[in-house]
């Protein structure tokens, strides 16, 4: 039966939307969870599947993602599901001079600011990760914190759970309008029928600036393209997530309309290498190109060679929802009084779902957050700056 009436109408069965619907379900509100297609159908289900804090800059950036690991660390202990979650570690590698002043920078920067993370020599990036290719390694850092899990199950798992505390989620169902009187939220209409509410959460991803369209407001989240490739499944040889420092110097090639690659690598539970990556603004396209497919497999056989011998099974690219300043948006909006903002994760929303979707909660709740959310707002300057 499709529902009438409800406290919450939560936009988006993406990992940010489940993890505020399960946090709500859990403080007692009555939850309407609406899914345009299927749950982590989206950026939720195609990505790199990393829990990983190690290059969150010092601030607001790296607060959220501590906070949101230790939701992480609470989920695994309560939701009934494995989610494959692991924190094994992660490890950035340097494997060119110029590198190295811009990770230095950023450890005095994270030390200064409570987050200290450890400069490792060549000598014992081989040990925590001997595939790499010894020719090339400069030195590295290592995080003890950061891991992997599995988005889909993650996903899953929170829905199963939501649903069990009475959250309805209605798949296949696309909001159409949000109806605004007097400058509050009345209703949420949907293709299957209108639903009564004062409340509604953007959790609409790469998609929530067509939601705010809806209410009147402008939401700067673009979709930002970053292709993959899935290997065969091999026996365990990466035992932590890897990322090439070069993201730390070259983060913004790509943005500027060309093609950015860079490494990550990092082996799931089930066998099978998530090999990355490349990026590009492509808008809503979710296709590769052979450009992307070649570059991620000889940025990773240089590497680690020994790959040159393993099975590429597929390519996948998806798209997440970018913001100018890299930082989601959280919170209330100005003059749309019952519409909350919970979108704009970047590359980092499986690390920050979870947290973001408590924090959510948390405010709709007591008024309060555990953490401030204040420089998150939709009306900050940085989100229309370049
Ligand atoms: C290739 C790639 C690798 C990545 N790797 C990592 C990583 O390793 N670690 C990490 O932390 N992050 C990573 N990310 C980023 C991460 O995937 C995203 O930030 C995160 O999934 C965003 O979650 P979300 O719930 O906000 O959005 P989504 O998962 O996109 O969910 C939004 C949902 O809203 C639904 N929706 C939209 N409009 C409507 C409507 N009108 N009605 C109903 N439903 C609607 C959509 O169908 C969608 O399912 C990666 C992203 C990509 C593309």
Not at 138 to 165: F, H, M, Q, Y
Request: hydrophobic fraction near 40%; glycine fraction near 10%; charge should be negative.
């Amino acid at each position: 039966m499709f529902s009438q009436e409800a406290e919450v109408v939560v936009i988006g069965g993406g990992v940010v939307g489940s993890a505020t619907a399960y946090f709500l379900a859990k403080e007692n509100k009555n939850v309407v969870l609406i899914e345009k297609g299927h749950s982590a159908g989206e950026a939720s289900g195609g990505n790199a599947a990393w829990v990983w804090s190690l290059t969150r800059k010092a601030g607001i950036d790296i607060t959220l993602a501590m906070h949101s690991i230790s939701i992480h660390q609470q989920l695994q202990a309560e939701l009934e599901l494995d989610f494959e979650y692991r924190a094994s570690g992660g490890l950035m590698i340097m494997d060119a001079e110029n590198q190295v002043p811009f990770v230095k920078e950023h450890l005095d920067q994270r030390e200064k600011d409570g987050h200290p993370l450890e400069m490792v020599d060549a000598k014992q990036v081989l040990e925590i990760e001997p595939m790499l290719n010894r020719d090339r390694i400069l030195g590295g850092v290592w995080n003890p914190v950061d891991g992997t899990t599995n988005p889909i199950l993650l996903v899953a798992s929170l829905n199963r759970e939501a649903e069990k505390l009475g959250v309805q989620i209605h798949h296949h169902t696309e909001v159409k309008g949000i109806d605004v009187s007097q400058g509050r939220v009345k209703s949420v209409t949907t293709n299957r029928g209108t639903i009564k509410t004062d409340c509604v959460v953007n959790a609409a991803g790469s998609w929530a600036g067509h939601i705010g369209k809806m209410v009147g407001i402008t939401v700067p989240v673009s979709p930002f393209q970053m292709a993959m490739l899935v290997t065969e499944r091999i026996p365990r040889c990466i035992f932590h997530p890897i990322m090439g420092a070069s993201y730390m110097v070259e983060e913004d090639t790509g943005k500027e309309g060309g093609l950015g690659s860079g490494l990550i690598a990092s082996q799931q539970v089930s066998g099978n290498l998530l090999l990355g990556a490349c990026w590009r603004d492509a808008g809503f396209d979710k296709r590769t190109i052979q450009e992307e497919i070649e570059r991620i497999a000889i940025v990773n056989i240089e590497a680690m060679p020994s790959l040159k011998d393993i099975r590429v099974i597929r390519s996948f690219a998806n798209f997440f929802p970018h913001t100018l300043d890299d930082l989601p948006i959280l919170g209330p909006v100005e003059g749309v009084e019952g519409f909350i903002m919970a979108s704009g994760h970047n590359g980092h929303g499986i690390c920050l779902g979870p947290g973001s979707g408590k924090l959510v909660a948390e405010l709709l709740c007591t008024g309060n957050t555990s953490v401030p959310i204040e420089e998150l707002k939709l009306e900050r300057s940085a989100l229309s700056v370049e």
